[in-house]
């Protein structure tokens, strides 16, 4: 049920703000500012219901093509200025939609840094407003964002602190897929978040749930006639940070095998199995009935960015991860404690 909920500054939890930008009412976009005109390279869902526009027509583009000819050119010169020497701003836009219908777009835009502290990325956040309550809106646009804009930013950082990725080509196929997947995942949690009552869950949330959705998202983005996938999972409860990890590692897994394990077929399965160990961790078992890893392979390595990624995660949640050949395909199998 929607609340009609009046903003203070300071008076907005974590769990509520978090809920309000999972709810499919604030856009997020992330840019490259490394790749000539900084272009897009990942929209949500949110964007593509405000503005109309797909994923496929807003990416490698630069945001401008939103505006339209009264969008105020002093306020886009501030903007651009921001850009130019990474730093956060707040405005309020006129913008066009994909059918030409013009709206008021509270916008505010924060610099990603990965881990060596170089500019990578510039997240966008944006909300439509009403014409008489622009000002008031923005103010509790801004509040909002506040509240919020550490957890977007640092699991952002986290992700491209694993990544480490140098300027790209701009005609590199797969980067803008492979981010989109990645932070894909973090959009899926924060919207398990915002239907999950944090307060009287000690601030976790089902992580068997969420789990399930990074799977039915990845066997969507990855999907190839005659491959299914099945779901099973337990439930369990953990913090949002652990999920966060385990949700990534488990979507580098899962689109490792869809990418790769069904090459000389035509049909296969893979299955995701999570459970609760004896001991009180979480186990997750990755099976396909693919080919098999090649004998002389050693996965996850720090040759491939996918195997770079699950390695640092494992490290952080201090999991063990192993990846076998079964009588068919390939089993992978993580272990993860898990503290009372």
Same mark, same amino acid.
């Given at each position: ?46 964007? =593509?219901? &405000?503005?109309?526009?797909? #994923?496929?027509?807003? !990416?490698? $583009? +630069?945001?401008?093509?939103l505006q ?26 006129l913008n ?25 990325y510039f ?63 973090? =959009?899926? &949690?924060?919207?398990?978040? #915002?239907?999950?009552? !944090?307060? $009287? +869950? ?139």
């Amino acid at each position: 049920m929607d609340r009609d909920v009046s903003f203070h500054p300071g008076d907005i939890s974590d769990q509520d703000a978090t809920a309000i930008f999972s709810a499919s009412k604030v856009a997020m976009v992330l840019t490259n500012p490394r790749l000539p005109d900084n272009p897009i390279v990942y929209v949500n869902r949110a964007f =593509q219901n &405000l503005t109309g526009y797909t #994923s496929d027509m807003a !990416l490698g $583009r +630069n945001c401008r093509f939103l505006q339209c000819d009264q969008t105020s050119e002093a306020k886009v010169a501030d903007l651009r200025n921001a850009v130019a020497q990474g730093e956060e701003h707040s405005t309020v836009l006129l913008n066009a939609r994909a059918n030409g219908e013009q709206y008021l777009n509270a916008l505010l835009i924060a610099p990603i840094h990965d881990d060596e502290g170089d500019l990578v990325y510039f997240v966008g956040l944006q909300s439509e407003v009403a014409q008489d309550h622009q000002a008031e809106r923005l103010e509790q646009f801004e509040t909002v964002m506040a509240e919020i804009q550490h957890r977007v930013k640092n699991h952002l950082s986290m992700i491209l602190g694993l990544i480490r990725m140098k300027a790209r080509r701009s005609d590199d196929p797969n980067e803008f897929k492979d981010l989109s997947r990645r932070v894909e995942s973090l =959009q899926l &949690l924060y919207e398990e978040m #915002s239907g999950a009552t !944090l307060e $009287r +869950n000690d601030g976790k949330i089902k992580l068997g749930a969420y789990l399930g959705r990074v799977a039915n998202a990845i066997a969507y983005l990855d999907s190839r006639p005659g491959v299914r996938m099945n779901i099973y999972v337990e439930p369990l409860m953990v913090d949002t940070e652990t999920a966060v990890r385990i949700g990534l590692i488990l979507s580098e897994v899962l689109t490792n095998a869809m990418q790769h394990a069904f090459r000389e077929q035509k049909s296969g399965l893979v299955e995701l199995r999570v459970s609760r160990t004896d001991n009180g961790g979480m186990r997750a078992i990755v099976s396909d009935d693919g080919v098999g890893i090649p004998e002389d392979v050693t996965w996850p390595n720090s040759e491939s960015l996918g195997g770079r990624i699950v390695q640092g995660l494992c490290e952080g949640l201090q999991a063990s991860l192993q990846v076998t050949r079964g009588a068919v395909g390939t089993i992978v199998m993580m272990d993860v404690p898990m503290a009372e």
